[in-house]
Structure formats: structure tokens, C-alpha cells
């Protein structure tokens, strides 16, 4: 009985494209991608709960010890006068009372004058002053009508170059309101270069290479993310009790409730 050649089925690993399996590599990649971002948004979330949680929780008890470190270094400071305890007292008191500084406060209203006019228009009668008036020069606008001229929507033979142009004349204006010559030059020059060419399309396998290297890059800035997010001062608590974050915060708490005994111990007997 003479053997017969079985014939390969189709799609055998023998015969599949290179394309197919770098695909496979591919979407293999997305999955993964796709999981880890899923770790870590979760436990990004975790950390923000927790940090609400602790704050609310236990932001109170910080704000009452930085009010007790701040009697007691006053307290301190007045018994002595030295003045280390008084610069200690000081800095102390700054920590309960943060105080923004001017910037912060009127951002644009206040320079190295004091309140800027405009401001000092808005709360008084006076009105504010218009913004000086560009005066285009001559050339300014012989550019300017010249580069409206071979560029106006209207030429375009289709829409996709309508929209082109319309893009360009809306930059050619603006460079006209600020009375810009040179970049109305440089427009002038871009026009009269004409279109960027289109780009040749890349290959399958050059745009399968291309989603790997992409991939690749955005799990190594997740890998940062969760990096930070574990070594924050939220996530290393996270981690020291991932089970039972609740009763973490009630540890804390009592400690913290001791530390405020003893601060209350130390300022009665200064007092």
C-alpha cells in the first residue's frame, strides 16, 4: 500500500504571512496594555479615595498639633525672648496660617507699581483704556492684499482646498491685526512653496512596528505612574495594610489623639 501526501490545510503556520503574526504580536500587546492600565487606574482611584478619606478623617488632628506646636513655641518664645525661640515661634505660626502670596491673589492686577491701571479702572469710575491700535505700515498691507489675492477660498477648485486656504487666510489676518511683517513675509513664502507633498503610506508590517514601538512607550509611562503612585505617602500606606485601609486610618488616629495629649500636657505646664 503506496503512502499518500496528506495536503496542508490552509492557513498552516508554514505558510502564514509574517504580517499575520506580528499582527498577532500586536493585538497579544493591546490586551496586555490594555490590563495593566486597568491595574493601575484602580489603584490610582484607591490612593485618591484614601487620601479623601485620610484627609477627612484625620485632617483635623494635623491642623490641631500644627495649632498646639505653634502655642507652645509662642509660649516658649514669650517665657525666654531668645530670639531662635522667637524665629522657632514664628515659622511655627506660618505653618498654621499659610498666607497666599499677591500674585496668587490678584495674578494680573498688581505689578512692581502697585495695582496696574486697568485694574485700578475696574473699581473706580474711570474707563478702561482701549488697547493701542496697530497702524499697518504700507508694506504691511501691499503683503497683505497681495497674499489675499492668490489665496483667497474662493480660487480653490475643490473643498479640501477651500479649507486649506480658508486655514491660511485665517492666519494672514491675524498677522495683518498685529501689523506683522515679517510673517507676512514668511506666509508669503510658505504660499509660494506650495502644499507639504503627502507623505508615502507606510507598509503593514512598518505600521504593525509601529504600534509595538507605540505600546511599548506608553507601558513604560505607566510603569512610571504606578511607580510614583506606590512610593506616594497614600500608596505606602496603601500597601502597609492593603486589606483593611479603614483600620490603618483608626491606628493613625489614636495615635495621632496621643501625640495631641502630650502637646496639651506640654503647653498647660508653660502656661
Known amino acids: 500500500m503506496s503512502e499518500q501526501t496528506v495536503p496542508e490545510e490552509p492557513g498552516h503556520l508554514g505558510d502564514e504571512r509574517p504580517e499575520a503574526r506580528l499582527e498577532r504580536a500586536v493585538r497579544a500587546a493591546e490586551q496586555a496594555l490594555i490590563e495593566f492600565e486597568i491595574a493601575v487606574e484602580t489603584f490610582r482611584v484607591e490612593v485618591e479615595n484614601f487620601s479623601r478619606l485620610h484627609h477627612q478623617k484625620l485632617g483635623p488632628m494635623y491642623a490641631r498639633l500644627d495649632e498646639l506646636d505653634a502655642l507652645i513655641a509662642e509660649a516658649r518664645a514669650a517665657r525666654t ?18 498666607m497666599p502670596g499677591v500674585e496668587e491673589l490678584f495674578h494680573d492686577w498688581m505689578d512692581s507699581d502697585g495695582i496696574s491701571d486697568d485694574a485700578g479702572a475696574m473699581l473706580t469710575d474711570r474707563s478702561v483704556q482701549p488697547p493701542q491700535r496697530v497702524r499697518p505700515t504700507e508694506e504691511v ?30 492666519r494672514v489676518n491675524a498677522a495683518y491685526g498685529r501689523g506683522d511683517e515679517g510673517l507676512l513675509r514668511e506666509l508669503a513664502e510658505e504660499w509660494a512653496a506650495g502644499p507639504a507633498p503627502e507623505e508615502a503610506q507606510p507598509s503593514e508590517s512598518e505600521e ?64
Open 81 to 98: 525672648g531668645d530670639a531662635e525661640d522667637l524665629r522657632r515661634a514664628r515659622e511655627a505660626r506660618s505653618l498654621v496660617m499659610p
Open 141 to 170: 498691507r501691499r503683503l497683505y492684499r497681495e497674499l489675499v489675492r492668490r489665496a483667497h477660498p474662493d480660487l480653490a477648485q475643490d473643498e479640501a482646498e477651500r479649507e486649506r486656504r480658508d486655514g491660511f487666510i485665517a
Open 208 to 271: 504593525l512596528y509601529a504600534r509595538l514601538e507605540w505600546l511599548s512607550r506608553r507601558k513604560e509611562l505607566l510603569s512610571v505612574v504606578a511607580r510614583d503612585l506606590e512610593d506616594s505617602a497614600i500608596g505606602s500606606m496603601l500597601r502597609m495594610a492593603p486589606e483593611d485601609p479603614d483600620r490603618l486610618l483608626e491606628e493613625i488616629a489614636e495615635q495621632l489623639l496621643a501625640q495631641v495629649a502630650e502637646r496639651e500636657a506640654e503647653l498647660a505646664a508653660l502656661g
